[in-house]
């Protein structure tokens, strides 16, 4: 079943997409399998059959692929009541505590100049910042090929270069276009990256020097070696390749910046965190506090996060006195949340999801027609460019489609001081049976109570979660004050020492003080025995009458 009942399945039409462009792929890379057959039959062999198993083979794996991830994608349990994963930000008590929002970073370097056009993207969750950064990234390197395209044909044009041998200029297109098409596939591989979680270092790396390096190449040594050795002329022009490589690049960057702007937040978004600074004085272990606001947010189904510090007593200068401090955090169990943005990009996701599997249809069918019919290459190299930027479409829509928001609350408790320990005893005496011992621990409290209401985000079900949005929560901070106010002075505990146990050394003393005059009536009874010999048998002369009370008020 892909539905419970608290969410609905927020893939369902993404995996339908996926599921018609599978069949209708594999299709198309099974027919050219086959296809093979008939073209050993017809006596074609050589380029053309090597070509058809290849595309035949990519183009039959990428339609499975697109299928079982449709499929996947349909059926696929939700989150429902289940909790995510916790936070991410590894500082949440320094953010609590200075009102700031780790989730967000200043622009640095490009995205100053990026900000510029996408007005708060600084204030959206890193998935949403990196694929602009990429998407910019890779078409200002566009943009600088295509400039230094322009130089080359200048120079060429005015004479400063010799670019006047047969087909030159189609070279150089093909160069261009084989250009483009790297540093998009590039970005295509960093985007596929992202959704499933983090970009590979090494695949950034490689890009970088390696667009620095084709650019080089195009630019000063390309020219050089055209006039040094004269290459054959195309049979087939490149410059069809090239402007429709340019409105593929167009459209594509159009659809991306159009979500990126619907998903950024229309009102600034808020860090802050109420705090409340309480001082108490009472004859009471600080670890009771701890204890005490444990049992009221299990009432929450909270979640505590390391690393937590218990408040323990540290003597400083004596044995009996001493400092101490603690603290920790929780979280209340996160709710599924709509968000502002999830309903602006509803609409248009599922149009662009939509369109850029149709395109993926279209680039298949488009490889297949040209290699099952006459091996058209103008054919080919549109197919294989169509399919390059629909699947960097589809690949981006995972990270506007599957980001899931949640709302929750943030509580730290922090506790400093000092203390003082002094020991009561009960029953030293030289004649007393029982004996009783308890320390009284006197501590000067001093207590900090952050709290927040939050909202998070986190891209998949089981990706990592970061907050978006901290607001104040005064009506948490008042009910968790309320509640150690009323734990202090309805339960003086003093490490182990309480009203109990005072009532329970009263008790002791008590029973020595009617243990200790049951034994002087011995005694004295013994002595009045002595004293009367001619007493009768069984019978004790002059009983007191003090020793049955005395038993009596023991019982």
């Known amino acids: ?192 990256s992202l959704s499933k979680g983090t970009i590979s270092d090494k695949i950034y790396s ?103 510090v218990e408040p323990r007593l540290v003597a400083e200068g004596s044995r009996d006195k001493g400092r101490f401090d603690g603290h920790i955090l929780y979280e209340t169990s996160p709710i599924r949340i709509e968000t502002d943005h999830s309903s602006r990009l509803k609409i248009p996701t599922s149009a662009i999801t939509a369109l850029s599997h149709l395109s993926f249809i279209w680039g298949a069918y488009t490889i297949f027609n040209s290699l099952s019919s006459n091996f058209l290459l103008n054919d080919l190299g549109k197919g294989i460019i169509v399919l390059l930027f629909s699947q960097i479409l589809i690949s981006s829509m995972k990270n506007f489609v599957g980001e899931f928001s949640y709302e929750s609350n943030l509580v730290l408790f922090e506790v400093d001081g000092t203390y003082s320990e002094s020991v009561l005893r009960s029953g030293k005496g030289i004649n007393d049976s029982h004996e009783t011992e308890s320390k009284v621990v006197n501590s000067d409290i001093t207590a900090n109570i952050y709290s927040s209401m939050i909202k998070s985000a986190t891209l998949e079900l089981n990706g990592k979660r970061y907050i978006t949005d901290m607001k104040k929560h005064e009506l948490l901070k008042e009910q968790i004050q309320n509640h150690l106010d009323k734990f202090i002075k309805g339960r003086r505990t003093v490490a182990n020492f309480s009203n109990e146990d005072l009532a329970a050394a009263v008790n002791i003393t008590k029973m020595n003080v009617i243990s200790r005059d049951i034994e002087y009536q011995k005694t004295l009874l013994h002595s009045k025995k002595d004293q009367t010999p001619h007493a009768p048998p069984g019978k004790v002369v002059g009983e007191p009458e003090l020793l049955e009370d005395k038993k009596t008020d023991l019982e």
């Open 1 to 192: 079943m892909s539905k419970r009942i608290d969410h609905e399945n927020p893939f369902k039409f993404e995996g339908f997409c996926y599921g018609i462009s599978g069949i209708a792929t594999s299709l198309f890379g099974g027919f050219l399998l086959f296809g093979v057959k008939e073209q050993i039959a017809g006596g074609k062999v050589g380029a053309l059959i090597g070509t058809m198993l290849f595309f035949g083979a990519i183009l039959l794996i990428s339609g499975l692929h697109h299928m079982g991830w449709g499929i996947f994608r349909m059926l696929r349990f939700i989150i429902g009541k289940n909790t995510p994963r916790k936070i991410c930000n590894p500082d949440l008590k320094t953010m609590l505590e200075n009102n700031i929002n780790s989730t967000y970073h200043l622009p640095r370097g490009v995205q100053y100049f990026l900000e510029s056009f996408f007005y708060r993207l600084s204030e959206t969750p890193d998935w949403i910042r990196i694929i602009a950064l990429i998407f910019f990234d890779t078409l200002l390197f566009s943009l600088g090929a295509f400039f230094i395209y322009g130089l080359t044909i200048f120079s060429g044009y005015t004479g400063l270069t010799k670019l006047t041998a047969p087909g030159a200029i189609e070279w150089l297109n093909l160069f261009l276009a084989f250009y483009l098409f790297s540093v998009w596939f590039v970005a295509g591989l960093k985007i596929r």
């Open 206 to 308: 490689f890009s970088k020097w390696y667009r620095l390096g084709l650019l080089i190449l195009g630019a000063i040594f390309f020219p050089l070696f055209l006039d040094k050795f004269p290459l054959p002329k195309l049979p087939f022009p490149v410059t069809y390749w090239l402007i429709f490589e340019g409105i593929s690049i167009l459209l594509t960057v159009i659809a991306i910046s159009l979500l990126i702007t619907l998903r950024i937040p229309r009102k600034e978004v808020e860090s802050s965190a109420t705090r409340e600074n309480l001082n108490w004085q009472a004859q009471l272990h600080p670890k009771g506090l701890f204890n005490s606001l444990e049992a009221l947010m299990k009432q929450y189904a909270s979640d505590t996060y390391p690393p937590i």
